[in-house]
């Protein structure tokens, strides 16, 4: 008998602590799903989950951020259309100027209330919990 898991990904809302309203970055994605999204990806085998969320994080932005938080943790089957997934959501925060790389094809700062309507799989879900608790503490709930 074989077992077909869930795959561990990780997602990171980096707030940009040095700039006004301290903005979040997302990145305009490369590859198929496209759309703007947050900065994360798979998390290697041998690699804990806070590892890959700050690797994610350099990778496509460029900056060194500091985990302040495991935020929750997203799971829909149907969360992303390429196969089934998991992401662990972290809280970041860092300085200085990202920059595109790896899977991003563009990268912006947005402000909590100019956040852009196409966002890819459930970052749309994601970030609405997250303002929910920036503005109001109130945490996602089961």
Not at 112 to 130: E, G, K, T
Request: glycine letters at 6%; a negative charge; hydrophobic letters at 35%.
């Amino acid at each position: 008998m074989s077992y077909h898991n869930p795959t561990p990904t990780v997602d990171i809302i980096i707030e940009l602590g040095d700039r006004p309203h301290r903005p979040i970055v997302l990145i305009e994605r490369l590859n198929l799903p496209l759309g703007w999204a947050l900065p994360g990806g798979f998390v290697d085998y041998g690699e804990s989950v806070e590892t890959a969320a700050q690797r994610e994080a350099a990778e496509e932005t460029g900056l060194q951020v500091k985990l302040v938080e495991q935020f929750y943790v997203y799971s829909d089957p149907n969360r992303d259309p390429r196969q089934h997934t998991l992401s662990v959501v972290f809280l970041a925060t860092a300085i200085g100027q990202p920059t595109a790389g790896d899977d991003a094809k563009h990268l912006e700062l947005f402000e909590p209330w100019n956040i852009p309507s196409n966002l890819c799989f459930d970052h749309d879900r994601i970030l609405q919990d997250y303002l929910r608790y920036r503005n109001y503490g109130i945490r996602p709930r089961l």
